[in-house]
């Protein structure tokens, strides 16, 4: 910012310095804070006179089996739900796309799960998956006559967390690809028909390239959002019952933050995982040329 810049732009600075402020106490402090008190052995035990320990929170992450188990669940868990969501997400919108009777209407239903908040779907879908009184294993039980333990096995409260989570995650989806399907020109479908083009050939090489700078950016949202998704895990499993086995990295770090009070500990935890959501974004935009004009 030039000093001749600030002097013919005062007033706009000026109004700009409290939304500046917010910013930076809101954001800018915390983070920086953060990566202090993970240099740090601050715990219950040292809560006001902790102290700088050096990288000893991040040799303890990476030395720490729990560490690579939920690193594991958790990109499983990104990659399934981030797969589903754009998946039915791109499919709806090709439906929706075309001349169909009641498609406001359609549209409004499908953007449902996603304008509900999230703890109450989360909530609700928990209720659903009781393996006593819920509708699901009450419908699986009439249909083909089993019983699921959806919340007290592993792998039944993890699949359980996924069905809530895409359920929640396709209407975002949805609402991206069906507004860069509606910015394609319809004179390229045109000369496409013209030489006898078919659908699936239409689709492959006008659709999708042409959605492709629109996907990519919301791809990148959701892995970053389903990376960090705390609420549907912690609720649909009841802080990652049974046994601390339904837990992603951040709803581990939640619990050793606030149950365990390991507090230094948790702060490297979640730089780590600031690093990783970091290089992946930054690397994933490179690779996919998102940011290249498709003619």
Not at 255 to 269: D, L, V
Request: aromatic fraction near 16%.
């Amino acid at each position: 910012m030039s000093g001749t810049d600030l002097q013919k732009n005062r007033l706009a600075y000026l109004f700009t310095m409290p939304a500046f402020f917010v910013m930076a106490m809101m954001i800018v402090y915390p983070f920086v804070y953060n990566v202090v008190i993970s240099f740090s052995n601050m715990n219950l035990s040292h809560f006001r006179d902790w102290h700088l320990v050096g990288g000893r929170n991040y040799l303890q992450v990476f030395t720490d089996a729990a560490f690579w188990y939920y690193l594991r669940k958790t990109i499983l868990w990104t990659a399934i739900n981030v797969f589903f969501h754009v998946t039915i997400g791109v499919s709806l919108a090709l439906i929706l796309n075309e001349d169909i009777k009641g498609k406001t209407i359609f549209r409004t239903l499908l953007i449902l799960p996603w304008a509900v908040p999230q703890y109450i779907t989360a909530l609700t879908w928990r209720g659903m998956f009781n393996a006593e009184y819920g509708s699901v294993n009450l419908l699986l039980g009439k249909l083909f006559g089993i019983s699921v333990p959806w919340l007290t096995s592993e792998w039944g409260a993890f699949t359980a967390c996924l069905i809530t989570n895409i359920w929640l995650g396709f209407p975002f989806m949805m609402i991206i690809a069906l507004g860069g399907l509606q910015s394609i020109p319809a004179e390229l479908y045109e000369a496409a028909e013209i030489d006898g083009s078919s659908w699936h050939h239409k689709l492959r090489h006008i659709t999708l390239p042409l959605l492709k700078p629109v996907m990519v950016p919301a791809i990148t949202l959701g892995v970053i959002w389903t990376f960090n998704n705390f609420n549907v895990v912690w609720l649909v499993s009841n802080g990652g019952e049974p046994s601390d086995r339904t837990h992603i990295l951040v709803s581990w770090i939640y619990k050793s933050a606030f149950t365990y009070f390991r507090i230094g500990h948790a702060a490297a935890f979640s730089m780590i995982i600031f690093a990783i959501l970091l290089l992946f974004s930054w690397n994933f935009i490179r690779r996919t040329k998102a940011s290249e004009t498709v003619y």
